[in-house]
């Protein structure tokens, strides 16, 4: 049993807002398990790049690679032998006139566990958007694990809204996220699991703050525009985020992140999850 963790929360709506040129992302992402938790500790490394042509496309690619540790007590460490993973992520967009888009991407899985070894997603989208207005849209993904013939779909509507204040400095910007996950009967458990999240952001010169919420059920989840599977069994059933970003030059920002959510793993134990991500981003 093992869990895929990543803290990737930093290219929603990037693709949509920013201008033609190129970009990098350099993270890292310790994992922290509470007492009851059979996990002990991990991390995620990675690295994160796109470019936007004046023709409307974006390309984006990334490669993280995971390592999650295992307790050795009260089971005997050969049950659960620590966990490497790395996982490639390729998507398209393309960016038309008439304020809308479409983008279709891979994610593909190299895991030591081989339940879900070999397992890929492949995900399509559309959004209909005006720049720092408004936009709306969804998600349709497919996730395919050969290895225990397990397939997963996950429908993702999403919205957001642009906001000045009258009274206070910056822009706000609002969004808000239903997920309906599909579990194949054959070898999963044929249950359909819904969670709905809302998120708060702040931009304010060189600051950026975030804080969002979630609740539901997710299982084999899919997250952060394909960047994220969640490729294990155990039930996720709610969380909040806190993100900070600042610039440091004009084509340099630094970002921090805190996650923690409920957890209710393969061996029924319920547990929480924190999660810290650091990130570099440098434009072109």
Same mark, same amino acid.
């Given at each position: =049993?093992?869990?895929?963790?990543?803290?990737?929360?930093?290219?929603?709506?990037?693709?949509?807002?920013?201008?033609?040129?190129?970009?990098?992302?350099?993270?890292?992402?310790?994992?922290?398990?509470?007492?009851?938790?059979?996990?002990?500790?991990?991390?995620?490394?990675?690295?994160?790049?796109?470019?936007?042509?004046?023709? +409307?496309?974006?390309?984006?690619?990334?490669?993280?690679?995971?390592?999650?540790?295992?307790?050795? !007590?009260?089971?005997?460490?050969?049950?659960?032998?620590?966990?490497?993973?790395?996982?490639?992520?390729?998507?398209?967009?393309?960016?038309?006139?008439?304020?809308?888009?479409?983008?279709?991407?891979?994610?593909?899985?190299?895991?030591?566990?081989?339940?879900?070894?070999?397992?890929?997603?492949?995900?399509?989208?559309?959004?209909?958007?005006?720049?720092?207005?408004?936009?709306?849209?969804?998600?349709?993904?497919?996730?395919?694990?050969?290895?225990?013939?397990?397939?997963?779909?996950?429908?993702?509507?999403?919205?957001?809204?642009?906001? +000045?204040?009258?009274?206070?400095?910056?822009?706000?910007?609002?969004?808000?996220?239903?997920?309906?996950?599909?579990?194949?009967?054959?070898?999963?458990?044929?249950?359909?699991?819904?969670?709905?999240?809302?998120?708060?952001?702040?931009?304010?010169?060189?600051?950026?703050?975030?804080?969002?919420?979630?609740?539901?059920?997710?299982?084999?989840?899919?997250?952060?525009?394909?960047?994220?599977?969640?490729?294990?069994?155990?039930?996720?059933?709610?969380?909040?985020?806190?993100?900070?970003?600042?610039?440091?030059?004009?084509?340099?920002?630094?970002?921090?992140?805190?996650?923690?959510?409920?957890?209710?793993?393969?061996?029924?134990?319920?547990?929480? =999850?924190?999660?810290?991500?650091? !990130?570099?981003?440098?434009?072109?």
């Amino acid at each position: =049993m093992k869990t895929k963790i990543l803290i990737l929360t930093f290219f929603l709506y990037s693709a949509v807002a920013a201008q033609t040129g190129a970009e990098i992302w350099l993270y890292h992402a310790p994992i922290d398990y509470d007492e009851n938790s059979f996990r002990k500790d991990g991390k995620t490394t990675g690295f994160y790049g796109a470019y936007r042509s004046a023709s +409307g496309y974006v390309w984006e690619g990334a490669v993280e690679k995971t390592h999650v540790s295992y307790k050795k !007590s009260p089971v005997p460490y050969w049950v659960w032998p620590d966990l490497d993973q790395t996982d490639f992520t390729l998507a398209l967009t393309r960016n038309r006139q008439s304020s809308h888009s479409s983008r279709f991407g891979l994610h593909a899985i190299s895991s030591s566990d081989n339940d879900t070894d070999d397992a890929f997603t492949l995900f399509a989208g559309f959004s209909r958007y005006h720049p720092y207005d408004d936009y709306y849209g969804g998600t349709l993904y497919y996730t395919h694990y050969p290895n225990i013939d397990l397939q997963v779909w996950q429908a993702v509507p999403k919205v957001g809204k642009y906001l +000045g204040n009258p009274i206070l400095r910056g822009t706000f910007f609002i969004q808000g996220k239903l997920n309906l996950i599909a579990i194949d009967e054959k070898q999963g458990d044929g249950n359909t699991y819904f969670s709905a999240e809302g998120e708060v952001s702040w931009y304010y010169g060189a600051v950026s703050l975030s804080l969002g919420a979630w609740g539901g059920t997710q299982l084999w989840a899919v997250r952060d525009d394909g960047f994220i599977v969640y490729n294990s069994a155990d039930k996720h059933t709610g969380g909040v985020t806190f993100q900070a970003g600042y610039a440091l030059t004009d084509n340099t920002r630094l970002n921090i992140s805190i996650d923690q959510e409920q957890v209710t793993e393969t061996t029924g134990a319920d547990t929480d =999850m924190t999660k810290y991500s650091l !990130s570099l981003k440098h434009t072109f």
